[in-house]
Nanobody, 124 residues
């Protein structure tokens, strides 16, 4: 079993920045990768970014490329999402997720464990 705890959400003005954190605990060996997804009211949960633990390869949705940066701290089993130049359309509940196998990083069903989510609101 893996526990994922997100933190860092909040309210920010358009153009501002926020950093989300996701701390992983539970299983003794590391998963293959971690991802961030988001879900706005009335919309499907969508992929935002992902990173592999070993090499640190990163993947981004087109909508956040150049604005968001995903990183990890292997020693702390923690993944971060730095969000810059934020837009009102970035408003959503952000979830981190863990996966043990390779494959499409943007496919929600490829992730086995999920956090409880953290609200991010961007005001215009």
């Amino acid at each position: 079993q893996v526990q994922l705890v997100e933190s860092g959400g909040g309210l920010v003005q358009a153009g501002g920045s926020l950093e989300l954190s996701c701390a992983a605990s539970g299983r003794t060996f590391r998963s293959y990768a971690m991802g961030w997804f988001r879900q706005a009211p009335g919309k499907e949960r969508e992929f935002v970014a992902a990173i592999t633990w070993s090499v640190g390869s990163t993947y981004y949705a087109d909508s956040v490329k150049g604005r968001f940066t995903i990183s990890r701290d292997n020693a702390k089993n923690t993944v971060y999402l730095q969000m810059n130049k934020m837009k009102p359309e970035d408003t959503a509940v952000y979830y981190c997720a863990s996966r043990y196998y390779s494959g499409s990083m943007s496919t929600r069903s490829n992730y086995e464990y999920w956090g409880q989510g953290t609200q991010v609101t961007v005001s215009s």
